[in-house]
């Protein structure tokens, strides 16, 4: 994500939106981005990390690198929807630098709720978890 200075400041969705990413940079892009744009920000180093701190969370969305050391993106929201039932209404989308279309088709079977490139501009970025969060409310 480019360009972070460029993108300003504005008013939107509010609330927490938990994430992991193991890449310092994309951690520290992705949590300028959602900061800027109104966000309340929860930032792990890995999956396991998040997961173990939802108990005391109440997230909007999660957005999982999928590619991490330890526990993948993909073995992350199977935990995430184990561990939390009740959370099911949750969305949870993957970030990754790195996809192809049978990665896109595995995320939509396991029921991600959308797919953001690490190469998105950081409005776009703001504009998919915008319509994630709207489809959540409408559903």
């Given at each position: 994500?480019?360009?972070?200075s460029?993108m300003?400041p504005?008013?939107?969705?509010s609330?927490?939106?938990?994430?992991?990413?193991?890449?310092?940079s994309?951690k520290a892009?992705?949590e300028?981005v959602?900061?800027?744009a109104?966000?309340?920000?929860?930032?792990?180093?890995?999956a396991?990390d998040?997961?173990?701190?939802?108990?005391?969370?109440?997230p909007?969305?999660?957005?999982?690198?999928?590619?991490?050391p330890?526990?993948?993106?993909?073995?992350?929201?199977?935990?995430?929807?184990?561990?939390?039932?009740?959370?099911?209404?949750?969305?949870?989308?993957?970030f990754?630098?790195?996809?192809d279309?049978?990665?896109r088709a595995?995320a939509e079977?396991?029921?991600?709720?959308?797919?953001i490139?690490?190469d998105?501009?950081?409005?776009?970025?703001i504009?998919?978890?915008?319509?994630v969060?709207e489809?959540a409310?409408?559903?």
């Open positions: 994500m480019n360009a972070l460029a300003p504005r008013a939107g969705f609330g927490l939106v938990a994430f992991a990413d193991d890449s310092p994309a892009a992705l300028t959602l900061r800027r109104g966000y309340a920000v929860a930032g792990f180093d890995c396991d998040l997961i173990d701190s939802l108990d005391g969370l109440a909007r969305a999660i957005i999982l690198d999928l590619e991490m330890g526990m993948s993106g993909f073995e992350a929201f199977c935990e995430i929807r184990r561990r939390y039932p009740a959370n099911l209404a949750v969305p949870v989308l993957f990754s630098a790195h996809y279309a049978d990665t595995q079977a396991l029921g991600a709720a959308d797919f490139s690490k998105s501009s950081p409005m776009v970025v504009e998919q978890l915008g319509r969060l489809n409310i409408s559903h």
